[in-house]
């Protein structure tokens, strides 16, 4: 159905209303040349794959939330709607794999909240919620920054590298070692063998 308010206009002179011939061309070639079901359906399983979208932008709030308001715009151009619920259970599964651990806690508790109905929630408010955490975690240089548990492995890692670095030297040294007597012990027997002749 195209939008009747966007080509009929009121003539201020004698309140007729008369068609709007260019917008009314615009609206119609729009209409034929994008709005097909195979593009509604497309624009429809692009929100359903937000889990993936979000990781593949390496978990970009900003970045995400602009493409997924495009898709919201993109299925209003068609005359749909994103379903309200579906859309925001898509959205808390794709900010809860973010790869940054504050964050994904803080999304698990709006999720907690809105499922228990202590603060209920609709997509756009929780996407403004996500990119407020975001950009304070970001401004704050703690977005994506090492846990505690994740720094004790990193030095543990480093101290058991360092060993075996040790432990690789003393080898070499000790098969140094073992082929200088080796060697020694054949030069030896080579001249207490000469000597008997």
Known sequence: A??????????PDNG????????????????VLQE??????ITRKKLTNLRTTFLEMDSNVDTFNT???????????????ESGTDLLLN??????????MAFADYIKSCKSDHDDGSKKLKHQTL?????????LLKQSNKWQAPTPMEEKLTAYQAKMEKQFRSLKDKAKKVSFDKSSVEQSARLVGEESSSCKE
Not at 36 to 41: D, F, L, S
Not at 91 to 98: G, I
């Open 91 to 100: 959205l808390f599964e794709a900010y809860e794999d973010a790869q940054d």
């Open 2 to 11: 195209l939008d009747k308010e966007k080509y009929l206009f009121n003539v």
């Open 16 to 31: 007729k209303v008369t068609h709007g011939g260019l917008a009314y061309l615009k609206i119609l070639c729009r209409k």
């Open 67 to 81: 493409y997924v308001k495009k898709l919201i715009i993109e299925l209003q151009k068609y005359g749909e709607r």
């Open 36 to 41: 097909t079901p195979g593009q509604v359906a």
């Open 127 to 135: 996407m403004e919620l996500a990119l407020t955490k975001y950009n």
